[in-house]
């Protein structure tokens, strides 16, 4: 074939060079507009992985490169005078420039032409003029941007400024070092990238980008290759105690917005996109590099394996688009969670070190504590201690390795309600209940959760067709409550709610005067909670001429006074339960934010039923960035102030629960389906058995 690859990056070399290599025959050029010496940027991440892939396809390269690596095990996160270390991550860094000249080199040995300075502008013509074009051009992807009607790009920038810095300090781990300023926070993400340099790489909000004199000092235009000297100079005074006394230096630096691109097509005809031209992904996963030599190396093996160009270029999009769209996943729950990390920043030290490392979602308690034992033992008794009067509630005791335990084994106390720990079963009932009376199916179902070794056990007054509208009714939740009270450690609690448009019909009065007597029923039948379902009911829809928008949220934008509208009528209603429900009971409310309250409204809804009584929110539901995304939003916006539990709920495993309360995304967790047997919590002196990963 004759090949023409656009991009004379870390893609393009690479592709080019193990296209050739797998088949000599192949007539490759690579068009790369900028000199040889133009490289700019510092260095690149590579983990073990990917330098396990790169020495299986050409063990030549790298052990080239081997000798440039500057390798890590731990991670430092560096947050208001602590410095806490995790280990056992095995990355590799090295510079861009040494990457390059490296992958040129051997394309040069293989009989690839690389042809510099030299700018593609009539792609048409590339195209008939050869079998395959590869695209690898970056971000910016003017190939992209020709065949947009096919390629269907979607570039989303990101709200956080960052730019890209190198230093003569020489690093022995990654580094997250937060600097608060008054504007907000700022971060560094810093790692070594030879035996001789670190890349620095700065990103705050606009917010505090603003605040913090940047917008003022950055110039109006900068040059090819010019950086923004002003902005270094200030950068190099706010991170003096990181730098102790060595060099910031730019090369082509300058603020940027981080750009998340995603095309529904990666192919047009004979054009094919690799790497960023195709998709990024966050800086803050590392990713970039290693995506788009993967790719290169996929296209490679297709070109060999498939019988033309057309099946080849159609069997490489099946096998990376899967792989790619979950690194970007994991590269968004990153990302977001770098541009609203004021929103953690309240967070003790410690918390704040698990929350920073498991932020994408790809790295749970379960492989950190495979990484490194000892970051997490330390982490767990942290996190006993902070709740040292539930330990002194239900003593949990630590494990005879001086373990405190894993996390969602330890205690927690919900307005006065004493949980033996964090875990927390749904037991939806099967079938009907005759006349709405609970029987023998509502007695195994709930029952069997309890002794499943949760914490607390929810069931709904409607579940299995189950009420709490006649004595009679109530009388058969007395047996199932009693049976959990006698043969489990489990609290109970019950969910109240109309299901359909009867709760959002009904006159105000008649629907308190419902609720006050179920929950009047509830308390004489032993409930030790109560938990109001302002979900997927009619109790608090949108308004009626808002439907709800593909987002999610109302299209009414959800201001506060037409919120606080929506919220009367529930309000009335939790008045009403806890004017007659037990004082020393909780109360909880169930809301589902993904369906009826856009961003940012939910914390506002979560404080609304906190200031009538609530002491707890039990959230269902998360976004594309994460399944706890919505409880961690009001937790760490509304909760730790506002003094509620929040309950996490939507897609959560058994095995989830550690990772997020550890993290402080949540109080408690709703597991997605009933534990098995006994209760998970392992013998003192062994180790957890519980399964876990990334």
């Known amino acids: 074939m004759r090949i023409a690859v656009i991009g004379g990056g870390a893609g393009g070399l690479y592709f080019g060079m193990m296209a050739r290599r797998f088949d000599p025959g192949h007539e490759i050029t690579v068009w790369e507009r900028n000199a040889p010496d133009e490289t700019f940027g510092f260095g690149v991440v590579l983990s073990d992985q990917t330098l396990g892939d790169i020495e299986r396809a050409d063990a030549r390269v790298l052990s080239e490169l081997r000798p440039m690596l500057a390798r890590w095990d731990d991670i430092d996160v560096r947050f208001r005078g602590t410095v806490f270390r995790a280990g056992g991550n095995g990355f590799a860094a090295l510079s861009r420039a040494g990457l390059l000249k490296v992958l040129r080199g051997r394309c040069a040995r293989l009989g690839v032409a ?26 910016n992807s003017l190939v992209r941007a020709r065949y947009a009607g096919t390629f269907r790009p979607r570039v989303r920038d990101g709200r956080c400024r960052y730019i890209w810095l190198g230093t003569d300090l020489v690093l022995d781990a990654f580094r997250f070092y937060i600097v608060d300023t008054p504007g907000g926070a700022v971060q560094v993400h810093a790692y070594p990238d030879s035996p001789r340099s670190s890349t620095l790489i700065v990103e705050l909000s ?19 290759g010019q950086s923004d000297e002003r902005s270094i100079g200030m950068i190099a005074e706010l991170c003096k105690e990181l730098l102790d006394g060595h060099r910031l230096a730019g090369n082509n630096s300058r603020w940027l917005r981080f750009p998340t691109v995603r095309c529904e097509s990666w192919r047009h005809r004979n054009v094919v996109l690799i790497g960023d031209a195709a998709h990024t992904a966050h800086f803050s ?21 498939q019988p033309d160009a057309e099946a080849a270029l159609a069997a490489y999009d ?37 929350n920073i490392l498991t932020r994408s979602r790809r790295v749970s308690y379960a492989g950190l504590r495979r990484r490194d034992p000892g970051f997490v033992a330390q982490a767990e008794r942290w996190f006993a201690a902070d709740s040292a009067a539930d330990r002194a509630a ?3 005791g630590e494990g005879a390795d001086g373990r405190a335990g894993p996390p969602g084994l330890q ?41 499943g070794g949760a914490g607390l056990v929810l069931t709904a007054a409607a579940s299995g067709g189950a009420g709490l509208r006649t004595e009679r009714q109530a009388d058969g939740w007395r047996r199932v409550v009693g049976f959990v009270h006698a043969h489990s450690a489990a609290k ?37 909670l109560l938990e109001l379902d302002c979900a997927c009911d009619g109790l608090c829809p949108p308004p009626p001429s808002q439907a709800p928008s593909p987002s999610g949220g109302c299209r009414d934008g959800g201001t ?22 037990p004082g020393e009971r909780p109360v909880s409310v169930h809301l589902s934010p993904a369906q009826w309250f856009p961003d940012g409204a939910v914390a506002e809804a979560a404080n609304a039923f906190a200031a009538h009584g609530a002491a707890g929110v039990h959230v269902s539901g998360g976004t594309p960035d994460g399944r706890d995304a919505h409880a961690d939003r009001i937790r760490n916006q509304a909760g730790r102030a506002g003094g509620f539990a929040v309950i996490a709920a939507g897609s959560i495993s058994e095995a989830d629960v550690d990772t997020i309360v550890l993290a402080g995304r949540a109080d408690l967790c709703v597991v997605d389906r009933p534990a098995e047997g006994p209760p998970r919590r392992p013998p003192r002196g062994t180790p957890d058995p519980r399964p876990g990963g990334e």
Not at 321 to 331: E, G, I
Not at 413 to 437: K, M, Q, S, Y
């Open 560 to 581: 506060s006074s037409g919120l606080l509208d929506r919220l009367r009528r529930p309000l009335g209603v939790l008045d009403a339960i806890r004017e007659v429900w």
């Open 394 to 396: 239900n003593s949990a």
């Open 206 to 224: 606009e917010d505090a980008w603003r605040a913090a004199g940047f917008a003022d000092a950055a110039p109006s235009r900068l040059a090819p």
């Open 318 to 354: 099946a096998e990376r688009r899967p792989v790619v769209a979950a690194a970007q996943r994991a590269a968004d729950s990153s990302r977001a969670w770098f541009e609203d990390i004021d929103r953690y920043t309240h967070q003790d030290p410690q918390q704040f070190a698990v």
């Open 492 to 528: 109970i609690g019950v969910r109240l709610g109309h299901h359909g448009t009867g709760g959002s019909a009904g006159s105000p009065d008649e629907l308190r005067r419902e609720y006050a007597a179920a929950a009047r029923r509830a308390a004489a039948a032993g409930f030790d």
């Open 411 to 451: 205690p927690y106390t919900l307005g006065g309600l004493a949980l033996a720990n964090r875990v927390v079963i749904w037991a939806d009932v099967p079938g009907r209940a005759p006349e709405g009376v609970p029987g023998d199916l509502h007695l195994v179902s709930v029952g069997g959760a309890a002794l």
């Open 114 to 139: 690389v042809r510099f300075g030299d700018e593609i502008t009539d792609v048409d013509a590339l195209a008939a003029d050869h079998d395959v074009v590869v695209a690898a051009d970056g971000a």
């Open 285 to 305: 996963i590392g990713s970039g590099t290693k995506l788009a030599m993967d790719d290169a190396l996929c296209l490679a093996q297709k070109l060999r394996d």
